[in-house]
Nanobody, 126 residues
């Protein structure tokens, strides 16, 4: 059974930093490109960062480039997002998921599934 648990969010002042973590199980994590997504109230969920299965092929949304850093630890089946120089517009609920979203890799093959964790809330406010 797929499990995704995000943590590390909180309330921070503009210019502050946070480090999010996403612990996973139930799918072939070290064969899965992973992404961090966020959703602000009234907006669609958007991809902010992605990382290849081996830690390469990293890409960021233009809005976070130079401020966010994605990394992963395949031994722990965990993906991280370091966020620096936070801005009020970064306020959102943050989720992790395979990239493309919903494309899970299992030992027997790939399957699309709507598995999301509860997310972790990031609020940037003075």
């Amino acid at each position: 059974q797929v499990s995704i648990v995000e943590s590390g969010g909180g309330v921070v002042q503009p210019g502050g930093s946070l480090r999010l973590a996403c612990a996973t199980s139930g799918f072939f994590f070290d064969h899965s490109p992973m992404g961090w997504y966020r959703q602000a109230p009234g907006k669609e969920r958007e991809l902010v960062a992605r990382i290849g299965s081996g830690g390469g092929t990293i890409r960021y949304a233009d809005s976070v480039k130079g401020r966010f850093n994605i990394s992963r630890d395949n031994a722990k089946a965990t993906v991280y997002l370091r966020m620096d120089s936070l801005k009020p517009e970064d306020t959102a609920r943050y989720y992790c998921n395979p990239e493309p979203a919903g494309m899970f890799v299992f030992t027997w093959g790939e399957a699309k599934a709507d598995h999301w964790g509860q997310g972790t809330q990031v609020t940037v406010s003075s």
